[in-house]
């Protein structure tokens, strides 16, 4: 079984900073794509940064809303994803959710999309 379990989310003055953090845990052979989302109440949710590792080099994709302000990254090593989130906007106030690309077994033969459960973000004005 795979897990992900995301932490970091809480309640912040406009203006601030929160770090996620998205651990991986389980039947885990390699990991490709991996992502942050988030949902605000009565909205779609939407795709927040997205990161892929190729080899020695990282490749990150931001949603334009939060170009500039967020920064994704990964630790391979641990399965772990973050994001660092600064000049935190009230309209960034959604549930954050991270998924990745894993591989289970080095038999498997595709990649499944796994989900954590979400973890909180308020962003007081």
């Known amino acids: 079984q795979v897990q992900l379990v995301e932490s970091g989310g809480g309640l912040v003055q406009a203006g601030g900073s929160l770090r996620l953090s998205c651990a991986a845990s389980?039947?885990?052979?390699?990991?490709?794509?991996m992502g942050w989302y988030r949902q605000a109440p009565g909205k779609q949710r939407e795709l927040v940064a997205a990161?892929?590792?190729?080899?020695?080099?990282?490749?990150?994709d931001y949603a334009d809303s939060v170009k500039g302000r967020f920064t994704i990254s990964r630790d391979n090593a641990k399965n772990t994803m973050y994001l660092q989130m600064n000049s935190l906007k009230p309209e960034d106030t959604a549930v954050y959710y991270c998924?990745?690309?894993?591989?289970?077994?080095?038999?498997?033969?595709?990649?499944?999309?796994?989900w954590g459960q979400g973890t909180q973000v308020t962003v007081s004005s």
């Open positions: 389980g039947n885990i052979y390699s990991i490709n794509a």
């Open positions: 998924n990745a690309d894993i591989l289970p077994t080095r038999n498997s033969r595709s990649y499944y999309r796994y």
């Open positions: 990161i892929t590792s190729g080899g020695m080099t990282d490749y990150a």
